[in-house]
């Protein structure tokens, strides 16, 4: 897969940032990081064995890369984003107790910003 914008002078490098499971849900990301001119590279992870051997693999399908100066930045733009959204009702956190989602907030470093901000 070619990346989506491809610069190759820039201050920094890029560093993994999200995994997706497909390219709709990347793109989508992508989409966002465009609207606030935030530079970033699509990859798909290299599959070193066939998978009529092994079969299919557990790895993302597409990773997101951002230059590791912009890591804050979209996490906040991210959280502003999902404050306005409403929490769908089969959301997973909605089944946690008040003491897990304490734990959420605790341990940042665990979850990702979505999970952190619905806490």
């Known amino acids: 897969m070619e990346d989506i914008l491809d610069h190759e002078y820039t201050e920094g490098e890029f560093e993994f940032f999200r995994e997706f499971l497909n390219l709709e849900e990347a793109r989508d990301m992508a989409n966002i990081l465009e609207q606030y001119n935030i530079l970033y590279k699509l990859e ?6 066939d998978q009529a051997i092994v079969g299919h693999s557990m790895l993302p399908k597409v990773i997101l890369k951002i230059l590791t100066r912009d890591f804050q930045r979209v996490n906040t ?7 306005t959204q409403e929490i769908p009702n089969q959301h997973y956190l909605l089944d946690f107790s008040d ?9 940042p470093d665990n979850w990702n910003v979505e999970d952190i901000t619905l806490s």
């Not at 798909?44 to 064995?49: G, K, T």
């Open 99 to 107: 003491l897990e989602l304490f734990e959420v907030l605790k341990k």
């Open 44 to 49: 798909e992870p290299r599959v070193i064995i």
């Open 77 to 83: 733009i991210l959280a502003s984003i999902i404050e």
